[in-house]
């Protein structure tokens, strides 16, 4: 079984190399931005008819949700026009997609975790580009999963918990927003939930009627929420980082673009592909 990770140099492609050698019937090609430019179609066309992958996971993105506000251009051209690319790729080379999207596709106006099928309102050029590249994935391929997550964390690549660190070692005092609730998700958590739904794909290739049944939308975090101020003082907590950490109301900390108020998803779907149980995000905040 050949399967092809485009973004294979971030963060979650990143998580997918370390836990690569668990799966010796895989054989994995982690191919970063350079080498892959999910916006260069016919490039990417050379690549699959080189490496004849049976799966593509799609960990390719544009993330900077600020920068996304007033460099629409570039988010669209990944987010948006990279997806479309790979979805008829994969598509036109009988390859099955798994796309990675995000809890930014909704406003974070519920108060009760998101399912798969509630309506979509993106509030900043980020989470509608990445909703655009889902309908897109949707509007190509049927063999297609689409996992949303949120909070994506791990020791690679930039995100909120090394920030926190760094923060903590240079700074006496913090404050962090304390009124936005979501999960936190370890990206090797994520990883390993992409690779089993992988293997649930192959073990019913042999009964098509049953293997499209399982195509489609899924949500994935880790258990449990919490507020960013909350997050925040676990990773202080396991690190034994002493600081003052202060909650403040998001209309402190204003930023170019929206977050969602509460964005915690719905795992209820996913869970009966999955074979163990979710860890919460306090346990795999400890295994960093």
Request: with cysteine; proline share 3%; aromatic share 10%.
């Amino acid at each position: 079984m050949v399967v092809l990770v485009a973004g294979g140099a971030g963060q979650l492609g990143q998580s997918l190399q370390f836990i690569a050698g668990n799966y010796p019937e895989i054989e994995f090609h982690f191919l970063s931005s350079e080498t892959l430019n999910i916006a260069d179609k016919e490039s990417c066309k050379a690549i699959f008819s080189k490496l004849e992958p049976d799966y593509c996971i799609n960990a390719a993105a544009y993330t900077a949700v600020d920068k996304a506000e007033s460099d629409i251009e570039k988010a669209t051209l990944i987010n948006v026009k990279g997806a479309k690319n790979l979805a008829q790729i994969c598509k036109d080379f009988n390859v099955t997609l798994l796309h990675v999207s995000t809890d930014f596709v909704f406003d974070g106006n519920k108060a009760t975790p998101y399912k798969e099928d509630d309506v979509a309102n993106p509030t900043g050029v980020y989470g509608q580009t990445k909703l655009d590249g889902e309908k897109a994935v949707e509007a190509i391929i049927e063999a297609h999963f689409i996992v949303r997550t949120s909070w994506l964390y791990s020791q690679f690549g930039n995100n909120f918990m090394k920030t926190m660190i760094r923060l903590g070692n240079e700074k006496d005092s913090l404050s962090v927003v304390s009124d936005q609730i979501g999960t936190p998700t370890n990206a090797v958590d994520l990883a390993e939930a992409l690779i089993e739904i992988i293997q649930k794909a192959e073990s019913l290739k042999a009964n098509q009627t049953a293997l499209k049944t399982i195509y489609g939308m899924y949500h994935f975090s880790n258990e449990g929420e919490c507020s960013w101020f909350d997050f925040a003082k676990k990773i202080f907590e396991i690190n034994a980082i002493e600081i003052d950490l202060k909650p403040i109301p998001t209309t402190s900390y204003p930023t170019p673009a929206a977050r969602p108020k509460y964005s915690v998803l719905d795992k209820s779907k996913i869970k009966k592909i999955l074979s163990g149980r979710i860890k919460n995000w306090e346990e795999s905040l400890h295994k960093q």
